[in-house]
Nanobody, 124 residues
């Protein structure tokens, strides 16, 4: 599946952004989807994931209570609503699909496809 992420930008601390990822190619609805991020000088890290059906979601501790992942299998999109943004949320955000089908989450070492990344910058 090919993925294209968009929606990043510059926002002040406490603000919000909504990232979206459009998928094409393999049946999108068969794959768990996730968002990861990579800050300068740091390793890529897990942010959130959603099961293939959309019924189960997972969040990193840093995202719990502030971020919400969702998907629309009819439109082949997955989104990440980010509220109460903090300067430490500054990173390039990547969407990703799972390698296998009908999974519940997306593991960093079992990625099927990556999107190209979108920059999120939170100013203090």
């Amino acid at each position: 599946v090919q993925l294209q992420a968009f929606g990043g930008g510059l926002v002040q601390a406490g603000g919000f952004l909504r990232l979206s990822c459009a998928a094409s190619g393999r049946p999108f609805s068969s794959y768990a989807m996730g968002w990861f991020r990579q800050a300068p000088g740091k390793e890529r890290e897990f942010v959130a994931a959603i099961s293939w059906s959309g019924g189960i979601t997972y969040y990193a501790d840093s995202a719990k209570g502030r971020f919400t992942i969702s998907r629309d299998n009819a439109k082949n999109t997955v989104s990440l609503q980010m509220n109460s943004l903090k300067p430490e949320d500054t990173a390039v955000y990547y969407c990703a699909s799972s390698r296998g089908t009908y999974g519940l989450t997306v593991d960093l070492d079992k990625i099927g496809s990556w999107g190209q990344g979108t920059q999120v910058t939170v100013s203090s």
